[in-house]
C-alpha cells in the first residue's frame, strides 16, 4: 500500500483483549487502515460486534491486515482476541 502525498498517517499501539477493544472510532475521512499484530495470540477484527467466530483472523507475530478501497469503512473497528491480553499497533490513513 502506498500512501499518496498529501494524506496523514496517525499510528497507535492499542493493548486488546478478550473483549471488543476499540482499535480506531469512526471516521468519514479514512483513506485506509493498517493492523499489525505483535502479540503472541491470534486477534480477530471487525465491528463492534466482533467474536473470535465472526472476526477477520489476523496471526500473532507480525500479522498484517490492510484495510484499503474497496473495502474501507468509516465505521469504528474493534479487535479481540480468544482469551489473551495483546499488542496491536494500527495505522490510520486519512
Known amino acids: 500500500m ?3 502525498r498529501g ?3 496517525a499510528p497507535v499501539a492499542v493493548s ?3 473483549s ?7 471516521n468519514t475521512s479514512r483513506k ?5 499484530n505483535n502479540g503472541a495470540a491470534d486477534l480477530y477484527v471487525g465491528l463492534s460486534d466482533v467474536t473470535a ?6 496471526k500473532a507475530s507480525g500479522g498484517v491486515l ?7 469503512t468509516g465505521q469504528a473497528i ?6 489473551a491480553t495483546i499488542d496491536v499497533r494500527v495505522w490510520e490513513v486519512t
Open 2 to 4: 502506498s500512501i499518496p
Open 7 to 9: 494524506t496523514a498517517a
Open 16 to 18: 486488546v483483549t478478550s
Open 20 to 26: 471488543a477493544t476499540l482499535l480506531r472510532a469512526a
Open 32 to 36: 485506509a487502515l493498517l493492523i499489525c
Open 53 to 58: 467466530a465472526s472476526g477477520v483472523p489476523v
Open 66 to 72: 490492510t484495510i484499503a478501497p474497496p473495502f474501507i
Open 78 to 83: 474493534y479487535g479481540r482476541t480468544a482469551s
